[in-house]
């Protein structure tokens, strides 16, 4: 187990490595932060100082280096268009995002497998085949065109729900949440839908795929003899051995919602770290472009290794093919 934790820690390090080395050429090469930074009536002795104060001077592995050290530490760079720390401004945006995401990836959980149960046990009906038609509307409709329809219904004609923003939000230390405040759980529906409504078509049709392989198992059969009922059946034996593929997929989503959920916080204004780097495109803001892609990076490998290790201590035959590469068995 030790050898499959450091290979999978150093695979972690190999990719934010990667990044980091993405980040630091976005940082270095697409425009020049000294001419972004200074206006143009600046003299020659002011940018050569800011230069020199930024590193711009040294040999490009240098720089490099120096961007991964700093980067290690939070250390992202003041911000072309606040004039502050570009972590700060990450860390303040980021509950808002992780927020929408766990409400989100719960909200895909409790539709997606009931209704994925159903359209396996009950393929045949009517309901379950509108299902499997909404499932592929799921999944080829944008979120941003999701995000419109419910604006357009429950905002602008119906005005049950607010169309942008986050609500009140109450402070937890340095945390905010809009979930202790009814303006901010109004506020949160709208956006959550639209995030979870491609994890929903996707958990359904995943435990509907396991489902219909599981039912057709021999212990299925053999609690059926026993006189089991249908819902025992269906729930306490086919689902439980189904959700082993649909926890390592939501695992997985996580870290993509939180990477993509820049769509739906630009259609909402939801006051995230989506919106904040769409922001920092529209005025080339390069350092919390470099922050932002270094930090979601960061979680995105932080949640794969987890279900990595998490899977491979549920199945130790995981740990053995990793590190023997196939000759432990």
């Known amino acids: 187990m030790l050898a499959f934790l450091v290979k999978r820690l150093a695979e972690a390090v190999g990719v934010m490595l990667a990044v980091a080395l993405i980040a630091f050429t976005i940082f270095r090469f697409v425009g020049d932060p000294?001419?972004?930074?200074?206006?143009?009536?600046?003299?020659?002795?002011?940018?050569?100082?800011?230069?020199?104060?930024?590193?711009?001077?040294?040999?490009?592995?240098e720089q490099y280096l120096a961007f991964v050290a700093n980067a290690a530490r939070g250390d992202f760079?003041?911000?072309?268009?606040?004039?502050?720390?570009?972590?700060?401004?990450?860390?303040?945006?980021?509950?808002?995002?992780?927020?929408?995401?766990?409400?989100?990836?719960?909200?895909?959980?409790?539709?997606?497998?009931?209704?994925?149960?159903y359209t396996a046990v009950h393929r045949k009906s009517f309901l379950a085949q509108a299902l499997q038609f909404l499932s592929v509307l799921g999944v080829s409709l944008p979120s941003f065109a999701v995000g419109i329809l419910l604006i357009l219904v429950f905002s602008v004609t119906l005005g049950w729900l607010p169309a942008f923003g986050r609500g009140e939000v109450v402070k937890l230390g340095g945390w905010s949440t809009g979930l202790l405040t009814k303006s901010g759980l109004t506020a949160l529906i709208l956006p959550a839908v639209t995030l979870s409504f491609f994890q929903v078509t996707l958990v359904m049709r995943l435990v509907r795929a396991e489902m219909l392989e599981v039912m057709r198992a021999d212990f299925i059969r053999f609690a059926r003899a026993r006189g089991l009922s249908e819902p025992a059946v269906q729930f306490r034996h086919a689902l439980r051995n189904c959700l082993m593929p649909v926890i390592t997929v939501t695992g997985l989503q996580i870290g993509n919602l939180i990477a993509?959920?820049?769509?739906?916080?630009?259609?909402?204004?939801?006051?995230?770290m989506g919106l904040l780097f769409v922001q920092a495109v529209s005025f080339v803001d390069i350092p919390v472009m470099a922050g932002y892609l270094m930090v979601v990076s960061a979680v995105f490998v932080a949640v794969n290794t987890l279900v990595d290790m998490t899977y491979a201590l549920v199945d130790p035959r995981l740990r053995v093919d990793t590190v023997g590469g196939g000759h432990g068995r």
């Open 34 to 61: 000294v001419e972004l930074m200074l206006n143009e009536q600046a003299s020659q002795q002011q940018r050569d100082e800011l230069r020199e104060r930024l590193g711009l001077n040294r040999s490009v592995p």
């Open 260 to 272: 993509f959920a820049l769509v739906t916080e630009t259609v909402f204004q939801w006051p995230g």
């Open 77 to 117: 760079g003041i911000s072309y268009r606040n004039q502050q720390d570009v972590f700060p401004l990450i860390a303040e945006r980021f509950p808002a995002t992780f927020e929408l995401v766990i409400v989100a990836t719960v909200l895909s959980l409790l539709i997606g497998l009931p209704l994925g149960v």
